[in-house]
Structure formats: C-alpha cells, structure tokens
C-alpha cells in the first residue's frame, strides 16, 4: 500500500472522536471533507503483434467490450462514524506521452458454459463497440475518477473511488497520463433509521480487531472507530430454519456453544407470527434479521429453497426474451447478509420488483444506462451466510456430526492435503487451449496450496491433452478414487457444469485438421450426484467448485448440495453459469480470481482465522471492489453451502508466526545466446515460462525450488521463429518480466 498523504477537513469531528472513551464512540454529527493524494505506480507499456499496445499495471479495468482497455485503480476509504460520501472530487493534470498509441480494447469474459450462441452475441457487442469507439463516432470521457461503490461494513461507512490515470483517444493515438492526483471526499450525517442502526453496530461491538483490511486510511479510521476497544466477547450465530427441523439442530446447538459462540434460532414460522413487515417471504426474513441480528455474526440457513428461499437478483433487470434460467436471473443468499440499509436504499431503491439491477454492460446493451434503472446493492456482509440445504431431516445427523470431526480435527496433514481437478474448458487449436489445470498450479505456485500435499488430475486423453505434469490422469474412477481413499481437507475442480455434475471435454482431432469443431468433442463424466455416497465421509473436506451451476438449489438436486449428504462440511458454488476464461495471476478478474480470493483468504490469510464464511464474504467483496458492473454475474451466483463458521484448523486459533523477508527473485536478464540470469534474496519456489507478444505462454522452462543466490539457465531457443518473446520469472512473492529477441 502506498504511503498515506492525506487529511481531514472536519477538525472538530475528529477531536471529538478522539477524545471519547471506549463506551462512548460514538456517530459524528457534522459533515466536512478527506483529502488524499495518491501516487500513480508504475507502468509498462507492452507491443502487440497487431500494432497495439497493452498498458501493464497493478491494476484492473472497467471497460465494456471493445472500449479501450486502461487500468483503473480503485482505493476504498472509511468515513467516520455515522456519515456517508455525498460527492467526491478526483483532481489532477495528465501530460499527453510522446508519439502515437493505439490500445488494445477490452474482449468480453465468456461464459464458461462453451454456449456458442452466446458467445457470438458477445463477440457481436465487442466488433460493434469497438467500431464506433476507435472510429472516432462515440467520444470517450476524460474523466480522471469517480465513485465505484458505496459500503457500509457494519458500522463502517465505506466509498471507493475508480481512478483513471490514463485518457485515450484511439482515433487520434493519443494518450496521456496522470501521475499524481488528489481525491476529495465529501460527507454527511446520515439521518433517521440509518442514525440508529449503525450505533446499533457501534453497541454491540466488532468481530475484528483491526480495521477492514481494504481501507485505505486505516490510520485516521483507527482513531475513528478503535476496533480493538470493543471486541466482542464471543461470535454469534443465527440459525434459521423451519419448524420440522427444529429438534434435529438440538445436539448441533450444544456443540457451537461449547466452542464459544451464542446460538439463536428462529424459524420460518416464527417469522411469519411476528409483526414484521415486507412484501414477500425473503424481505420479512431480511427485516427481521435487521431488527434482531445485527450483534451476531454468521448465518446459517438449515432448510431448501423451497421452504427458505433464496433472493433472485436480475443483474440487469427484467426482459422476457432474454432471460436464459441457466444464465440469469441469480438466486443467492447473499440477500441475507447484508443488514445495512432497507430494501429501497439498497436491493430495490427504484422499487421495481427486480433486485440488484446494477450498472453493467447487459444494461448498456439493453439501452437502459439510466441511473433511475439501478439498485444499490452492497456485498460487504453484515452476516457471512452458509446453507444446508437440506428438505429432509435424514441427513442433518450425519451432516453436523462431520462438521464436529473437520472442526475438531488437528491433523495438519489431512487439513493441508487437497485434491485438484483442472479439465479443458475450451480447444481453439490443436496448440492452443483453455485449461483448467492452470490455475490449480498457480494455487500450489502462489503458496494457497502445499504442492508436496495435493493430488492433481489433469486431462491426459484425446489429441490435445494438458501440458501440465499431473499424479493421476483426470477421469471419473481416477476422480472418485482420489476423494474416497485418503483423508484430504481441500477439493478444487474446474470443468463445464450443470446443476448434477461436472464434466471434462476431451478433443478426438478425427479429421486431422487441427481446429475442433463440435462433433470432435466429448464431454465425459468428471463428477456426478451419484458418486457422491462412495467419497469418504469419515474425514470430510471444504469443496471449491468452479464449474457453471453446481449450486443451482431450484434446477434439481445440486452437486453442491449432494457432497454435504455425504463427503463435506462446505462447499462454495455457482447458483448460474459463471464467466471468465483471462485469468493469469493474482488481481486477475473474472470467475477465477473471484475463487483465487476465497482460498486465499481462507487458507493463507491468518486475518480470517481460518473461517470459510469469513473468508467467502471477503473472497466475493474483494472482487466486488476490483471489478465493474458486470462483476455481478459471477459475485450474485456465488454461494457457500454448508456451516459458514467452520474453521479449517480446528476451534483454537493457529499462531500467526513472525513475519520473514520475502524471498525476491531480481535481476532478470536474458543475453543475446538466450541464457537467462537471476538472483534470489532467499530460498522460495520459482517459475521460467515463455510468452509470445500476443499474451499466449508457449513454454515452462523450470518450475522449481531454489536456494537463495544467483542461478544461470540456458534457454533452448531452436524451435522459435525470428521475434520478439517474454520471459516471465514467479514466486510466491514477486513476478518479473523481461524481454528476449530471437534471431534467425
């Protein structure tokens, strides 16, 4: 995080916070203004094959399909206590850059269903954009930043703010860039319900001890609202269920509360009897739970969907023409969490009916960019939500007696083996293909997993097998084997998906073309319900599965829910089919970085306490944050299923060790016979891999551990043609780039 240079307008409201013991934190009455500048980092500016430009930064985009692609860096900042952002001012001078760019524009995520239909809709959108963009027809503002989003995360008051450091004009090559700016954040008292439920947060105390990890000012937000004054004693879980279940939770209750946390259960009837209001089942819940929940913590919904439903989100409204009930509407439970605002300040401010209409490219294409049309949905979560989603009571028992067994658990070992299940998602060549095992390596490469504890399963069969290295080649039985014969505390798979099952798509080349095509591809079973009985069950695991609709509670008896009858305690899923197919490393957006997050947090992140809950809420607000609207397709759909307070080490927290020095690779060079040299500060796990110019990586030359120091490898260059390549050097620490000419 860049240094803090910044400062507060409201001298009197600060002086008064400071100044107040721990019972009397309390709400800021007066409005005023934060003052920061910020530093632009540091860019690389990339050449395309085509004549483009790729601008490199730590950063994302906000781009629709076929506008240019610019990094936009976004900074979430607290407000204090009991006020809200009314305006914001980005201010700055950008400098135009010697010569003439042409940026490369935005392609569309695409749905990881192989929908071709959908997919050249898609494409359509992006050739039609960026015609009328790069033509010069549609003028791109110059705008140097904005609001993104507005959260309240309990009694935090929270705005991001979307910076734009680079403006382009693609028909005249122009760019230019701001290297500083400074953001200024106007607030006010909030006022009427809003007053008393955020000191409703500030009564009963924080979770935490530090500050949101997103915020930006942490310093001044420490003495706004001292966290570490007013933890609570002991979280709190709501259990909400129905009636006929009640007496099946009774031993489950005992067990929680002797692990520390105060139980509350309400039921669906007991709801209903009570004088709260709201327009239908799901917003009676969310009214009760605002009333009653908001010093409790977690929310775990024993009952199926028909009996508790989940919200149905329509991202960008209602069409009923297009609406595919594989793609859209989203049911979610994530509806529940979120206690902050009433319905028409949050889920249904233009009081449409539709919930979550949000600011996306789907709205944009619909012609209904009008900010009238959107809802303001939050998704940093009050209460971190899970469900059992169970309509009989036969498997409850079974259920939260192996909650009790991975929970209590203190076997390192079982906790940190995994099995990894990575498919081809997409063919497009017989040498270039989407494949699922890369991100199951950069799980081990970037230290989420152990490499020496995971079992991989790689795509081995057909013409065009993964290039990946793997223990067992990926097919049902080897699937099936590998989750039923060894206790493993983690699942990971990423295939195509369908409420049932996950399959793997292998490419039989028949006419020896090189180019799939759809009678060429088998879709063979990866994972089904019926599997799921012959898993091992007496030491379960927490699943992450990354195929489309394995979650979908209201298209039949979801995969997701079929692995809790039977082999796991949790299970995050997608309730629709998912988007993504760019991801490459950590930042990266779409539908794997949205994952990426939750396991990092889960398992890496010693600020979560090791609590998948915790770790799903901040996995899916982290991606909320970096992404724009159409984040919302893969944010809605993603839902955890199972205990949302189980912890992944055990009840007793693990001690956080002292921090060591990061083991920085540096010094990356390639000479002209293509050795490369680096050097190492400390001994850490690397990665040699080649990249051609349009992004594509056509070779692993190492992947390894290595001692600290300075190491030579000779680069085989043969067989690549006269040009211009990449090498990319990763650790767990650090990534580095440099570039390579081959010479003919």
Same mark, same amino acid.
């Given at each position: ?589 779409? +539908? /794997?970085? *949205? @994952?990426?997050?939750? =396991? #990092? %947090? ?8 090791? &609590? ?85 990586? +056509? /070779?692993? *030359? @190492?992947?390894?551990? =290595? #001692? %600290? ?8 260059? &043969? ?26």
């Amino acid at each position: 995080m860049l240094p803090i240079k910044g400062r507060c307008a409201c001298i009197l409201c600060l002086f008064l916070l400071a100044s107040m013991s721990k019972a009397e934190v309390a709400l800021c009455n007066q409005g005023g203004a934060l003052e920061y500048n910020i530093e632009i980092p540091e860019y690389e500016i990339e050449a395309l094959e085509t004549g483009e430009i790729r601008i490199l930064m730590d950063a994302s985009t906000h781009a629709l399909p076929g506008y240019p692609r610019v990094p936009v860096l976004t900074y979430t900042f607290a407000l204090p206590p009991g006020t809200e952002v009314t305006d914001i001012e980005v201010l700055g001078d950008r400098t135009e850059l010697d010569g003439e760019y042409l940026v490369e524009a935005r392609k569309p995520l695409q749905p990881l269903s192989a929908d071709k239909d959908m997919i050249r809709e898609l494409n359509a959108l992006y050739e039609e954009n960026r015609t009328r963009v790069y033509s010069g027809q549609e003028r791109l503002p110059d705008l140097l930043g904005k609001i993104h989003r507005t959260a309240e995360q309990r009694e935090y008051s929270l705005v991001t703010v979307a910076v734009y450091p680079f403006h382009h004009d693609p028909s005249m090559r122009k760019l230019t860039l701001a290297s500083e700016v400074t953001i200024r954040i106007h607030y006010a008292p909030v006022s009427g319900e809003r007053t008393a439920y955020t000191s409703k947060f500030l009564e009963c105390g924080t979770l935490y001890s530090d500050i949101p990890e997103q915020v930006y000012n942490k310093e001044e937000a420490r003495q706004w609202y001292r966290p570490q004054e007013r933890l609570t004693d002991s979280p709190g879980m709501v259990i909400l269920t129905i009636d006929e279940f009640k007496p099946y939770l009774e031993d489950y209750i005992s067990w929680r509360e002797s692990t520390g946390f105060r139980v509350r259960v309400v039921t669906k009837e007991d709801i209903l009897a009570s004088s709260v209001e709201g327009v239908d089942l799901q917003q009676k819940i969310r009214n009760w739970l605002r009333a009653n929940a908001t010093d409790y913590h977690y929310l775990f919904i024993v009952a199926h969907h028909w009996d508790i439903p989940m919200r149905i989100l329509h991202a960008h409204g209602y069409d009923g023409s297009s609406q595919n009930p594989y793609y859209y509407p989203h049911p979610t439970d994530i509806y529940y969490g979120d206690l902050s605002k009433p319905d028409d300040l949050s889920w249904d401010a233009n009081q449409d009916g539709y919930y979550g209409q949000i600011d996306s490219y789907q709205s944009y294409r619909s012609y209904q960019a009008d900010p009238a049309y959107f809802d303001n949905p939050d998704l940093e979560m009050e209460l971190h939500v899970g469900r059992m989603n169970a309509f009989v009571p036969k498997y409850l028992a079974d259920f939260f007696n192996r909650i009790k067994v991975f929970e209590s658990s203190k076997d390192m070992n079982y906790k940190k083996r995994s099995v990894l299940a990575g498919g081809i998602l997409f063919y497009y060549s017989d040498t270039d293909k989407y494949d699922g095992a890369y991100i199951m390596e950069s799980l081990m490469e970037y230290g989420v997993l152990e490499r020496s504890m995971a079992t991989t399963l790689y795509e081995k069969q057909g013409d065009s097998p993964s290039e990946f290295d793997c223990d067992r080649g990926f097919t049902n039985p080897e699937l099936v084997a590998a989750l039923a014969g060894q206790d493993i505390g983690v699942f990971v798979e990423f295939n195509h998906g369908s409420p049932s099952r996950f399959v793997r798509t292998v490419w039989y080349d028949d006419n020896e073309d090189g180019y799939p095509e759809d009678s060429e591809l088998d879709n063979e079973i990866g994972l089904e319900g019926s599997d799921c009985p012959n898993l091992n069950s007496t030491n379960p695991n927490t699943a992450f599965l990354l195929s489309c609709l394995c979650g979908s509670p209201d298209l039949g008896y979801p995969l997701a829910q079929k692995l809790l009858d039977y082999s796991s305690v949790g299970v995050v899923a997608h309730t629709r089919v998912a988007w993504g197919g760019g991801w490459f490393e950590p930042g990266d957006g779409g +539908l /794997e970085g *949205l @994952f990426y997050n939750d =396991l #990092e %947090a889960y398992l890496k992140e010693s600020t979560y306490d090791y &609590v998948i809950g915790d770790a799903v809420s901040e996995g899916r607000a982290r991606y909320w944050r970096s992404e724009g609207g159409w984040g919302c397709y893969n944010a809605y759909g993603h839902v955890l299923y199972g205990d949302p307070a189980l912890r992944h080490y055990g009840r007793e927290k693990v001690a956080v060790s002292e921090k060591h020095p990061l083991a920085i690779p540096l010094d990356l060079t390639v000479d002209v016979n293509q050795r490369i040299s680096f050097s190492l500060s400390g001994s850490t796990h690397v990665r040699l891999e080649v990249w051609d110019v349009t992004g594509r990586k +056509l /070779e692993t *030359l @190492f992947s390894s551990n =290595l #001692e %600290a120091g300075q190491h030579l490898l000779e680069w085989n260059a &043969v067989g690549y043609a006269s040009g211009t390549y990449f090498i990319t050097l990763k650790s767990p620490d650090a990534n580095l780039t440099t570039k390579a000419i081959v010479i003919r």
